[in-house]
């Protein structure tokens, strides 16, 4: 598929927001956490532990998913040694089987799992130790996630600005393509070739001190449209909208061709 027809996708949280959807066909995607699903923290207390059977009712019944897509993110399980990365892909597996024994025609898809996102590492050669150990994270969590992952939405927020480290941006290109082609590697080993990548990615630099630069961020649209089968947009809380925004005006730009299918 032409990266002109990819969908992109919103999961933006601007104030006066026009309809995305109706005007260029960008259609929603919510994320859902524990917090935002409406009195979703009080039947699940323990961010460590799962969920009862009364958060998944509250999602089901409360969470709008126009596009039939639910994105669940939860970060408070442990990833640190093989042990706890199975133990938490095995978490995500039970809450897979939850929300479709309620809704089973609905798509889930996991912020940032199984491909853990990595920049030095994702960067490094692919023979050091450095990469395979990434590769062996993302394996530890794949063999489990993968048959249970309907959508891949890896995080591709990015972390570096030409004012202060300018020396890191040759390696803004191999950073998105590696994560990417992660996705697709585990995919391939022990997920479902039908599973699209839809990767999440923010036009403000990670620590949220300043937008990216433009030419960064026209490289991360042009990258993640040309390589993954579509994107995310994040960003936008407690912001009000804005045609003229630099950010917005570089997707808008893709927005023009009416072959596309989102």
């Known amino acids: 598929m032409d990266a002109y027809e990819k969908p992109i996708f919103s999961g933006l949280l601007h104030t006066g927001m026009p ?43 409360t969470v709008q998913a126009p596009r039939g897509i639910i994105l669940f993110d939860h970060e408070a399980w442990p990833y640190g040694t093989q042990a706890e990365r199975q133990a938490t892909a095995a978490k995500y597996v039970q809450v897979y089987q939850e929300i ?5 025609g609905c798509r889930i898809g996991w912020y940032q799992d199984p491909v853990r996102r990595e920049y030095y590492r994702a960067v490094a050669d692919k023979a050091s130790p450095d990469y395979r150990i990434w590769q062996s994270w993302n394996n530890d969590l794949a063999q489990v996630m993968a048959p249970y992952t309907d959508v891949y939405f890896p995080s ?16 803004l290109t191999a950073y998105l393509i590696e ?39 026209e490289t991360i649209v042009r990258t993640v449209l040309d390589e993954a ?21 570089t997707i808008k730009a893709r927005l023009t061709d009416k072959r596309r299918t989102g």
């Open 229 to 249: 089968d579509g994107m995310v947009l994040w960003g936008g809380s407690s912001t009000a909208w804005s045609e003229t925004a630099p950010w917005w005006v």
């Open 19 to 61: 309809d995305l959807e109706a005007l260029y066909r960008v259609g929603k995607i919510p994320m859902v956490t524990r917090g935002n699903v409406p009195g979703g923290s009080a039947e699940w207390p323990d961010p460590l532990a799962l969920p009862n059977a009364a958060f998944y009712n509250l999602l089901v019944s």
């Open 100 to 104: 479709k024994s309620r809704k089973p």
């Open 179 to 217: 994560n990417i082609n992660e996705a697709k590697r585990v995919r391939r080993m022990y997920g479902r070739a039908e599973s699209p990548i839809y990767p999440y990615v923010w036009w403000r630099k990670h620590d949220e001190t300043r937008d990216l630069d433009a030419d960064v961020w």
């Open 156 to 171: 591709l927020y990015y972390f570096f600005t030409r004012d202060v480290d300018a020396h890191m941006l040759p390696n």
